[in-house]
């Protein structure tokens, strides 16, 4: 009785509660470049790498990942895989994407599967069916998905509705990290930037979703690396979980994305992918050198936990 | 020698000179619903096919897409995969959808892989990579790709440069056929709605990339079910090649997609998916009944090609 009414639970709150389980807002974003992979995982240099058989690539970047996750399963509660990275080696690339998957829910991991999708009615039924919800009622077994909102309500409401109904969630992207995203982003149209009818249209969804801590089971995306757009966007999202990309290797540190936090240190988790996961190229790491790769991972994960914790209000998730 | 040389015609050149060979504009979209697919391919009902199990869905996704394209292989210029309806069948999909390219491209048929991704930087890059170009390029062999605007313009060269690279296509999402679509397209920002901002950078990139032809590598996304703004976006991208959805179940007629053509009949693709892959559901050919579907589809294919001749300016393609 108990799996099943556990399986009844919002994936905000268990969001929620996986945050403050492991007392922090920390994302890991699996993102397995392979130009980036370290060489006793993957031999040759960078673009020669492309040449070997994609079959031989995909079993490096599977070893890959599992290490990074043997890693980081106890320390986060939450990890984002980057489609592209196993969509780009074919069918054995997703494959292992699948497996990789399950591997992190055996930590007891929630999942994000990253592939900012958006389409029409029963095809973005189709996406939402196949990657929401744990194997085998969903093929990829994510706990949420990434959406971009070009295509308006009716390619959302799908992933929404398949979402709620099977305790899952979805972050719509809003104001993306990039430095280009303004260029539509940024337009001003009824005298706010298109970025804010985005968010407007979040925030219902939000409020519609709400669960028991306050949030709701759609989020949105919000860059780091646009400071005041952050916070001003935490003002007029209050019931809006933010998935904040940027941090690390894009530029934004702990101290810019403190305002996407609520007073309580709830209401964002910060992504770091290639900080993380290619800590052994980083300077601060080189004493681990390139077959110590994990250990670069576990301090580099560290240090990320300690800057959340000391910069921002998630702080105050570890003090009560 | 002459194979070399071949390769290096731009994907644009490619596309107006199969349009020609083939004599029409029509696409066919292969979107293999599993509520739809024939009970000769598939036994149950709708809903009670998810209970199969994901290997014996995916064969008969194979076996029924397979068979569309031996019935179009020789009657259509280009096919586009909508990648929604193997990603949901998990990595047994996503390995049908490559043999299915594989099979196409046997028949001489462009290939547009259509998941509307869009993404930062690297990860746009990784995307383009793994779509764009023949196998072994590229891992999933696509001429073209499809992809969404909201992450701006960093997120979409990557994509361009890489078609540009590999004699690959872009369609950008300009106007989108759904119902829903206005929510943000139709926003009016500087005096013009959004989706005109899209255009007016879409067309930018289309003169850059430029073929013999007269239109771009890049083209876009404009959606048969809003007559106007097809019209109105035939104007303002002159050297744009569109790829116009909604034609038939989602409503769209020839008559509706005419202004998508130049005078002589070039500058557009139109598609059709479940108007002809379930077209043996349709009351007009429900004489071959649900086992010979291969010939509904073939009837329904004349109808289209005989269709987009009469009422549009497609039919001077075979007058010449």
């Known amino acids: 009785m108990m799996p099943a009414a556990e399986t009844k639970i919002r994936f905000i709150d268990r969001l929620e509660q996986a945050v403050r389980r492991r007392g922090t807002p920390a994302l890991v974003g699996i993102d397995p470049h392979l130009d980036l992979l370290p060489p006793n995982i993957l031999p040759a240099e960078g673009p020669q790498r492309r040449l070997l058989p994609r079959q031989r690539l995909a079993v490096a970047v599977r070893e890959f990942c599992a290490g990074v996750l043997d890693v980081i399963g106890s320390m986060v509660p939450i990890v984002k895989f980057q489609m592209a990275f196993f969509?780009?080696?074919?069918?054995?690339?997703?494959?292992?994407?699948?497996?990789?998957?399950?591997?992190?829910?055996?930590?007891?991991?929630?999942?994000?599967?990253?592939?900012?999708?958006?389409?029409?009615?029963?095809?973005?039924?189709?996406?939402?069916?196949?990657?929401?919800?744990?194997?085998?009622?969903s093929s990829w077994g994510g706990d949420a998905v990434t959406v971009s909102p070009y295509l308006g309500e009716d390619s959302l409401q799908p992933f929404i509705e398949t979402a709620v109904a099977r305790q899952g969630g979805v972050f719509v992207l809003v104001k993306t990290s990039n430095p280009g995203s303004g260029?539509?982003?940024?337009?001003?149209?009824?005298?706010?930037?298109?970025?804010?009818?985005?968010?407007?249209?979040?925030?219902?969804?939000?409020?519609?979703?709400?669960?028991?801590?306050?949030?709701?089971?759609v989020g949105g995306v919000v860059g780091a690396t646009f400071h005041e757009q952050l916070a001003e966007l935490r003002?007029?999202?209050?019931?809006?979980?933010?998935?904040?990309?940027?941090?690390?290797?894009?530029?934004?540190?702990?101290?810019?994305?403190?305002?996407?936090?609520?007073?309580?240190?709830?209401g964002a988790?910060?992504?770091?992918?290639?900080?993380?996961?290619?800590?052994?190229?980083?300077?601060?790491?080189?004493?681990?050198?390139?077959?110590?790769?994990?250990?670069?991972?576990?301090?580099?994960?560290?240090?990320?936990?300690?800057?959340?914790?000391?910069?921002?209000?998630?702080?105050?998730?570890?003090?009560?």
């Not at 929630?110 to 929401?132: F, N, P, Q, W």
């Not at 990309?245 to 934004?252: E, H, L, M, N, V």
Request: glycine share 12%; charged share 20%; proline share 6%.
């Open 87 to 137: 969509e780009q080696l074919g069918p054995e690339g997703m494959s292992a994407l699948a497996e990789l998957v399950g591997h992190a829910r055996r930590y007891g991991l929630l999942v994000i599967l990253d592939g900012k999708r958006g389409d029409i009615g029963s095809t973005a039924v189709a996406y939402a069916e196949g990657m929401l919800g744990p194997a085998p009622v």
């Open 183 to 217: 260029l539509f982003q940024d337009l001003i149209a009824e005298g706010m930037p298109l970025y804010r009818h985005v968010a407007a249209w979040v925030e219902q969804q939000a409020v519609r979703t709400k669960g028991r801590c306050g949030y709701g089971d």
């Open 235 to 266: 003002q007029v999202m209050p019931h809006t979980w933010f998935l904040v990309p940027g941090y690390g290797t894009q530029g934004g540190t702990a101290r810019d994305v403190a305002p996407a936090f609520d007073p309580t240190g709830l």
């Open 269 to 320: 988790i910060v992504n770091n992918s290639r900080g993380i996961l290619f800590a052994y190229r980083r300077r601060e790491f080189e004493r681990f050198g390139p077959t110590r790769w994990q250990e670069a991972i576990e301090a580099a994960t560290r240090e990320m936990i300690d800057q959340l914790r000391t910069d921002t209000p998630a702080g105050r998730l570890t003090s009560r």
